[in-house]
């Protein structure tokens, strides 16, 4: 059974640009997160997706969004790039969104670089 | 507000020898408590969860972990300690919100296992 497969693996953007990560999760899980990870703030929760539906945000600003397609594949956008936005991104899924025993799988993530 | 705490940035253990890595959470109700390593530039491993039954929960790689209710810890163990062990472990507690759930990380406790 295939993982969490996130792509690209890395990016270079530079500050003011906009970015596009995807997602695909394991086959047969409808829920898909996303968080952020850095040095100084560690694992931050972004957003969750669940049946093409935004369920949960966490703190961020509105130049982060994402999307989820019919077949649970994801994407997040991060608009309007700033430096502070560098970080590795991970992307979870897990079969349902209500169950709280459900571990979460993640992808590698997606190291990005702004500068 | 619900946490997870991990009161060690990091943990010296040589090899053969146990180790230990704490967490100790906060929750409202029943604690869904996960354990995660991370190796270099790679995504976040499911190691062991603990949902309710035996306060001594077994996982992958030999590693395991007690549940302490009147603690509200959750420590993570393993007997003989290898070089190969040496990542990033990460505690989380997956908790309710709005109907659907999401995981709360702690900060991290760095595992190095020198020979």
């Known amino acids: 059974k295939a993982g969490v497969t996130q792509t690209p693996r890395y990016l270079i953007k530079t500050r003011g640009q906009q970015v596009t990560l995807s997602c695909s999760p394991i086959?047969?899980?409808?829920?898909v997160s996303w968080y952020q990870q850095t040095p100084g703030q560690g694992l931050q929760f972004l957003f969750e997706?669940?049946?093409?539906?935004?369920?949960n945000k966490g703190n961020f600003p509105g130049r982060f969004s994402g999307r989820q397609f019919s077949n649970s594949r994801s994407e997040m956008n991060v608009s309007t790039l700033e430096l502070g936005d560098s970080a590795l991104y991970l992307c979870?899924?897990?079969?349902?969104?209500?169950?709280?025993?459900?571990?979460?799988?993640f992808g590698q993530g997606t190291r990005l670089t702004v500068v | 507000a619900q946490s997870v705490a991990q009161p060690e940035d990091q943990v010296n253990v040589a090899e053969g020898n146990p180790l230990t890595v704490k967490c100790t959470y906060s929750?409202?109700?029943?604690?869904?408590l996960f354990w995660y390593v991370q190796y270099p530039n790679r995504g976040l491993q499911f190691l062991l969860k603990?949902?309710?039954?035996?306060?001594l929960v077994k996982g992958s790689y030999g590693f395991e972990a007690e549940f302490n209710k009147s603690q509200t810890s959750f420590h993570l163990k393993k007997p003989s300690a290898l070089v190969s062990d040496s990542a990033l472990y990460f505690c989380?507690?997956?908790?309710?919100?709005?109907?659907?759930?999401?995981?709360?990380f702690g900060a991290g406790t760095r595992l190095a296992v020198h020979p």
């Open positions: 997706y669940f049946s093409e539906t935004q369920r």
């Open positions: 929750v409202s109700g029943n604690p869904y």
């Open positions: 603990y949902i309710t039954g035996d306060n």
């Open positions: 989380a507690v997956r908790v309710s919100s709005g109907g659907y759930n999401k995981l709360i």
């Open positions: 086959s047969g899980h409808r829920s």
């Open positions: 979870a899924s897990s079969l349902g969104a209500r169950g709280l025993n459900t571990e979460a799988f």
